[in-house]
């Protein structure tokens, strides 16, 4: 047993997004320093052998992240690096399909959309994922034992129907219900499996977590007003103002749609004089748009930007500002 006190700990800064998930809905959070732990004591076993980690395990809020090159490699999976989007889509043995962003909470799975236990983050340029999440992706189990500081990694097989083994004696043999393992491989009905029909038999805990979902109109309306804004401004003072829209949708004080926002009032002009008709969002901005329809928010629940060298009077005194990035102060 590896004593606890035996660890060679060391700790390094990451920045990173932190989300706090109610029910399945982030709740706003600025982009903060977090202090998070290198576990160099772990031991990481893969179907009952040791396994070597390439890249640390990390502890964060007494979470376990994990590197995604490494354990994508452990279990057979591929994943290739999109810089433009800043995303890094994973193909796991089995057909499955997942895309993770640096500190977005939402992963695309399979096409749907879904909220992670916490979001994926980047450090030195490396992805790391929430433990749990990830393995069940990758369509496998995970033990953790605090005490003896071990990971036990299963890469679990997907199971074949037979006439001896039908779908429920699958069903019973996993603990899953046959409905779910309907759902989970993509058929209508238990009609559609025959003999010879391989199942997936992981069920994410993702997939009890849809994200709320949005249009392309959508998300095209607000890169554009985001490129108009903040085009010029870096990627973190356009997701700032990205947020600011999504603020306003769920604030009750304004119009509950993008678009409503957008055009009520008088409070963005250039949705008024064609101006956003022919902004064309760089790839910064449709980052930075889709990464705040996935819930990564950097302003918390600021509803109010401004340019504080050309706003300035009684009322934009009387904001309280949140944050400045770049040119922008961020209020409520």
């Not at 452990?74 to 399909?97: P, R, V």
């Not at 490396?126 to 990758?138: G, I, N, Q, S, V």
């Amino acid at each position: 047993m590896i004593r606890r006190n035996s660890r060679l700990i060391n700790r390094i800064f990451i920045a990173l997004f932190v989300m706090i998930l109610l029910s399945v809905s982030p709740v706003s959070a600025a982009a903060v320093q977090k202090e998070a732990t290198v576990m160099n004591g772990i031991i990481v076993m893969m179907n009952g052998e040791k396994v070597k980690m390439t890249d640390p395990v990390l502890m964060l809020d007494g979470k376990l992240y994990v590197p995604v090159a490494r354990m994508t490699e452990m279990f057979g999976a591929k994943s290739t690096w999109d810089q433009d989007a800043y995303e890094l889509t994973i193909h796991n043995a089995f057909g499955d399909k997942m895309v993770l962003g640096d500190g977005v909470p939402v992963v695309y799975f399979n096409g749907s959309r879904y909220f992670m236990d916490t979001a994926s983050f980047m450090v030195d340029g490396k992805t790391y994922a929430p433990l749990r999440d990830l393995t069940e992706m990758l369509h496998g189990t995970v033990k953790w034992n605090a005490d003896e500081q071990v990971i036990e990694l299963q890469a679990v097989q997907p199971a074949v129907v037979t006439e001896e083994t039908n779908l429920t004696e699958i069903s019973r043999q996993y603990q899953v219900s046959e409905s779910d393992l309907v759902e989970r491989n993509g058929l209508k009905s238990a009609d559609d499996i025959k003999t010879g029909t391989t199942l997936r038999v992981i069920i994410p805990s993702i997939l009890d977590n849809d994200a709320k979902p949005f249009t392309d109109k959508d998300y095209m309306l607000l890169a554009k007003l985001t490129q108009v804004e903040a085009g010029y401004e870096s990627y973190e003072g356009q997701l700032a103002v990205a947020n600011v829209i999504l603020n306003r949708v769920a604030d009750s004080r304004f119009p509950n749609a993008i678009r409503d926002v957008i055009y009520s009032g008088k409070q963005f002009p250039v949705a008024h004089n064609g101006i956003l008709d022919k902004s064309v969002p760089n790839a910064s901005v449709l980052r930075a748009a889709k990464d705040a329809l996935n819930g990564k928010n950097n302003v918390e629940d600021a509803i109010y930007f401004f340019n504080p060298d050309v706003s300035k009077g009684a009322y934009w005194s009387s904001l309280e500002v949140i944050t400045t990035i770049g040119n922008h102060s961020f209020a409520k």
